[in-house]
């Protein structure tokens, strides 16, 4: 029906970057916006990104303010959304999840999730 598909995650230093891909494919009528969430080990998931598929705007959650940033694709891949992270801590050591928000398929309303991506940050 509806995929996301992730890409991306690995292992890096303290200080490194990495870029987070999310693909989404399927029987997609309209979106309202897509996101990238975390979950580390014990804690609950939180939102990191988001964008709005309307009209570009995007929020980020305080503790990556500066340092990551969500982008979309061009017109011929608009589905596609990025996950740019500098400066990483060992703190956003997490599985990261893509999530599509308010999708419309013809079975009707409703939000999906990628399968998750590890992004582990450690010397």
């Known amino acids: 029906q509806v995929q996301l598909v992730e890409s991306g995650g690995g292992l890096v230093q303290p200080g490194g970057s990495l870029r987070l891909s999310c693909a989404a494919s399927g029987s997609i009528i309209s979106f309202a916006a897509m996101g990238w969430y975390r979950q580390a080990p014990g804690k609950q998931r939180e939102s990191d990104a988001s964008i709005n598929l309307r009209n570009n705007i995007t929020e980020n959650a305080d503790s990556v303010q500066g340092r990551f940033t969500i982008s979309r694709n061009n017109a011929k891949a608009k589905n596609t959304v990025h996950l740019q992270m500098n400066a990483l801590k060992p703190d956003d050591t997490a599985v990261y999840y893509c999530?599509?928000?308010?999708?419309?398929?013809?079975?009707?309303?409703?939000?999906?999730w990628g399968q998750g991506t590890q992004v582990t940050i450690s010397s």
């Open positions: 999530n599509a928000e308010r999708v419309a398929t013809l079975d009707g309303v409703r939000d999906f």
